[in-house]
């Protein structure tokens, strides 16, 4: 079907003038396209210089305590390397152009039409994805409707973040990602030059400032605080993370539990 057929089929649904201001951004997205493929071609990348950047900015505590996150899904938890490490590879690894963009606003409908894209543009490999997202936040109780402006554009952002982190890491090599996820853990296992036992006091203040007791975290684990290696200490800074930005919640990471004290003083106290 033509353009032209579309435009008599349905009028409303197209422009019925394109304004300077977007006649410019057009030819000025045009140009931009064609100079940063200019430039990718007149500057290759070194693979060399890349991996080089890559491990060195792995080391930084700043990037490991972000490279990673965790958010419940049904009974259980996902996890993976974050939007924040995505940026940075893509960063280290040259010539690449990612980004969102929202296509179309419907207030009406109360959703956004949003697109996330990656292009590696020495190579000219492209992924993109075009997805919708309802002006719906999920809370307990049921998803609650958005109609402020900077609710929606956050809502919008936070759920296009995700698609761009998985375009990025789509056009990376499997090998690039792989190096520097394992350099980022092993960054956290590392503490930054602390002690374990500092590390592990550390996590505990750090958790008792959001509810969550000590016992609660050792009843995670299975063991006692004395106990716990690098690896548990570096989850837990995932999940303290992770728990600040929203995306799962204390209760959800450590449960409360019912002592069987508590059960009979309950007891005692009803009779």
């Known amino acids: 079907m033509s353009q ?5 089929m349905n ?8 304004g300077q201001g ?9 140009a931009e396209v064609q100079a940063a493929i200019v430039v990718a071609q007149q ?6 210089a890349a991996i080089a950047e890559m491990r060195q900015v792995c080391t930084q505590p700043f990037l490991a305590e972000r490279a990673f996150f965790r958010y419940s899904r049904g009974q259980g938890a996902i996890s993976g390397p974050s939007v924040h490490l995505a940026r940075a590879l893509a960063s280290c690894w040259g010539n690449v152009d990612y980004g969102l ?10 959703e956004s039409e949003m697109k996330a894209y990656a292009w590696d543009v020495e190579k000219n490999t492209r992924t993109s994805s075009t997805f919708i997202v309802p002006h719906k936040r999920d809370q307990k109780g049921g ?5 402020d402006m900077r609710d929606i554009y956050e809502n919008n952002a936070n759920n296009g973040a995700r698609r761009v982190r998985e375009a990025i890491f789509a056009i ?9 996820k394992e350099l980022c853990a092993q960054t956290l296992r590392d503490g930054g030059g602390k002690s374990l036992p500092q590390r592990v006091a550390d996590a505990i203040r750090a958790f008792e400032g959001v509810g969550v007791t000590a016992d609660r975290i050792e009843g995670k684990f299975g063991r006692p605080s004395g106990k716990w290696t690098e690896h548990d200490v570096a989850q837990l800074q995932v999940i303290f993370r992770s728990i600040q930005q929203g995306e799962i919640s204390a209760e959800e990471e450590f449960p409360s539990r019912v002592t069987l ?3 009979t003083g309950a007891g005692e106290a009803v009779a």
């Open 261 to 263: 004290d508590e059960i």
């Open 4 to 8: 032209q057929q579309i435009e008599r």
């Open 101 to 110: 963009v929202e296509m179309r606003r419907d207030d009406a409908y109360g």
């Open 143 to 147: 998803p609650k409707q958005l109609t």
């Open 43 to 48: 500057c290759p990348r070194n693979i060399s």
């Open 22 to 30: 977007t006649a410019v951004e057009q030819s000025r997205a045009v």
């Open 11 to 18: 009028p409303a649904a197209m422009p019925e003038r394109v």
């Open 172 to 180: 990376l090599p499997s090998w690039f990602v792989e190096e520097a």
